[in-house]
């Protein structure tokens, strides 16, 4: 038996990606979400947390997207206060890092909710470099992280044995569940990441990925696991 996790990526980004994650947890496959902590549908997405307990949310750590929830972080942002892009990542402090993803994660805590675990936005916490901060911050809150697709991270609990990051792009097929089998070993826990939304004009005007997201959305309400598969939570 395979174990599935279905994680949502960018709950709180906007309105309309908060209701697209809503819709796919309770019409569909969708059991976990992640959740950015900086984002215009962040309160709407806390209260949906709350609201709906049996989606297991966790925090989807942002550097690259927004603005940071801290001030004074002058390696993390641009001289308009915003995140810096995920092709201009060179210098950041380790420190600041760690400052402003706690203050995420405690934004999280702070609103009555306890996090499943801990990724992050474009795969930032996979980078190398900033290993250390993933290994302090997984310590310090007691929580996994995703794995690097195949691999875990060094010296860091993880959240599943695996993770899938194809459902995404050209990788969207109508038959992507019913055939995950082929992508994963008997016994395993695996993580298949996914963005179903709403579009709208927050997401039209903020994201290169919009109208793909509804493609996954009618995917993630319409799929048959197959019996070898079981979801949990």
């Excluded at 875990?152 to 993880?158: A, D, F, I, R, T």
């Amino acid at each position: 038996m395979i174990k599935l996790i279905v994680n949502a990526d960018d709950f709180g980004y906007s309105p309309g990606v908060n209701y697209g994650i809503l819709h796919s947890y309770l019409y569909g496959i969708v059991n976990s979400a992640t959740m950015m902590m900086n984002m215009a549908g962040t309160r709407q997405a806390l209260a949906m947390a709350k609201q709906y307990p049996g989606l297991r949310t966790g925090v989807h750590l942002v550097l690259t997207s927004g603005k940071p929830l801290l001030t004074d972080l002058v390696t993390l942002t641009n001289k308009d206060g915003y995140f810096r892009s995920q092709v201009d990542l060179e210098g950041i402090s380790l420190e600041e890092l760690e400052l402003e993803w706690s203050a995420q994660i405690d934004r999280f805590i702070g609103a009555g909710l306890t996090p499943s675990h801990l990724d992050s936005h474009h795969h930032i916490h996979t980078r190398e470099e900033f290993l250390p901060v993933v290994q302090s911050l997984s310590k310090k809150y007691g929580l996994p992280f995703r794995v690097n697709g195949d691999f875990p991270l060094e010296g860091v609990k993880s959240h599943t044995d695996r993770c899938l990051f194809d459902f995404y792009g050209d990788g969207i097929q109508e038959d992507y569940f019913s055939t995950l089998a082929e992508k994963a070993e008997d016994g395993e826990t695996v993580e298949v990441m996914c963005h179903p939304a709403f579009a709208d004009q927050l997401l039209m005007e903020g994201s290169s990925y919009n109208l793909m997201r509804l493609m996954e959305l009618k995917i993630l309400c319409s799929a048959k696991l197959p019996p070898n598969i079981k979801l949990i939570y």
